[in-house]
């Protein structure tokens, strides 16, 4: 397969304006995509912690680092000429995750599609790559979109398919891309190689994240991120408190910008589906990367040993040498209750905790009807302390991995 394919404009200009420049396709196939979501926000904070932060953009700037397989030294040349001629030039890059899948073989302009969880078919205009099961393509830009109530969204484009594409084709939305400087690309000695190549998003204009999720719970005007990480990982703290050494010829001295160090946590999670995957884009969208506060659980069980509850509203527990937490663990407001046979947790908030004898802890909270919770884990009011995202594609697999800064409240 050619590496260099015509552009989605050879043919006869369209009545729908192309959203973005032209540009010469990408589309050999790729062992792994790295999709960067950025976004960027300014912070004022004080030597006590307390901050404020703005969103500079509404949307987030995208990147790609990608890895791709040359087969042929005829590819091997024609990416050379490519990069040492027009460094500066416009790629379209087919971007897989978002996919969608045609149910039907076809031979004209317009095919179905599902498009419940896609952000890109809400306007005419977008260019896609259409792709059969066998690796063929080709290009066009789409003319039009009209719903069906129920059932999936046909959609036309400017172009048919040179034969009849079967079914199990897919189409995929191209993303105007400008590759970064420094482009590596490796060579094998039977004439093939690896382009590992990285690239940075033209922008289209403000578009919808998340079309068809839905938020997670939100408690007191902020989210809970309730989805589960990943458990077959390390989970990485870090106490971060603004070093710096100063040398000296030999010596040094050190100084620290905050009194107390704050506390990073990192979670990765993964996903298979679309649904999944636009509840990610949504989430981040609404909490503008590292803008908002959110609720994160701690996802380990920081209470176990419960006694009994006292009264109407407070509920002992022993305290025990695993009893580890931030700082004075009862500004913490918040807990997930567990009990036996009820997968879902519950949100109850603590008003206070008193310490009632040498290991034993009362916390008022809500009296419930289930009878002891057999696990409790705080939800910390965090935000996140990364303003780029990482989303790791390979197959149907994605993995996004987030840091977290835990938030004091008092």
Do not use: C
């Not at 039009?144 to 046909?154: F, I, K, M, N």
């Not at 068809?212 to 902020?222: K, Q, V, Y």
């Not at 679309?274 to 609404?286: S, V």
């Not at 939800?379 to 977290?404: C, D, K, N, Q, Y």
Request: hydrophobic residues 40%; proline residues 9%; aromatic residues 10%.
């Amino acid at each position: 397969m050619s590496l260099l394919l015509l552009s989605p404009d050879a043919a006869a200009a369209p009545p729908a304006t192309p959203i973005g420049p032209s540009g010469t396709v990408l589309p050999l196939p790729m062992e792994r995509l790295r999709q960067i979501l950025t976004w960027q926000t300014n912070i004022v904070k004080s030597r006590s912690g307390l901050e404020q932060r703005i969103a500079l953009f509404d949307m987030p700037g995208e990147s790609y680092e990608g890895e791709i397989l040359l087969t042929s030294d005829v590819e091997l040349q024609q990416l050379r000429a490519h990069l040492r001629k027009r460094p500066n030039a416009v790629y379209l890059l087919p971007l897989r995750p978002e996919g969608l899948l045609i149910g039907a073989a076809f031979a004209g302009p317009t095919f179905a599609v599902d498009t419940t969880y896609s952000d890109w078919m809400t306007t005419t205009g977008r260019r896609v790559m259409v792709e059969a099961p066998d690796g063929s393509y080709y290009t066009g830009v789409v003319q039009s979109l009209t719903p069906a109530t129920p059932g999936p969204t046909v959609m036309a484009l400017d172009t048919s398919p040179p034969t009849t594409y079967p079914a199990g084709s897919r189409v995929y939305p191209l993303f105007a891309v400008n590759l970064l400087d420094n482009q590596p690309v490796g060579r094998y000695p039977v004439n093939a190689g690896r382009w590992p190549f990285s690239a940075r998003a033209l922008s289209d204009g403000p578009v919808p994240m998340g079309q068809g999720a839905t938020l997670p719970t939100s408690t007191d005007g902020r989210y809970i991120l309730n989805r589960n990480p990943l458990n077959n990982t390390l989970t990485q703290e870090r106490e971060v408190a603004g070093l710096s050494l100063l040398e000296f010829g030999g010596t040094h001295a050190i100084s620290w910008a905050m009194p107390e160090s704050d506390m990073h946590r990192v979670f990765s999670y993964s996903y298979r589906t679309q649904a999944e995957r636009q509840f990610w884009k949504k989430f981040l969208y609404e909490i503008r990367g590292a803008q908002k506060r959110f609720y994160l659980p701690t996802w380990r069980t920081d209470i176990a040993n419960f006694v009994a509850w006292d009264g109407s509203n407070l509920l002992q527990f022993t305290v025990t040498s695993s009893f580890d937490y931030l700082g004075d663990w009862s500004t913490r407001t918040k807990l997930w209750l567990f009990y036996a046979g009820n997968p879902t947790p519950q949100e109850v908030d603590v008003a206070q905790a008193y310490s009632v004898g040498p290991s034993t802890v009362e916390i008022e909270t809500v009296q419930d009807a289930l009878g002891l919770p057999t696990g409790a884990m705080f939800l910390e009011t965090v935000r996140l302390s990364a303003e780029e995202v990482p989303f790791e594609h390979e197959g149907p697999l994605t993995v996004v991995t987030l840091s977290f800064l835990v938030i004091r409240e008092t």
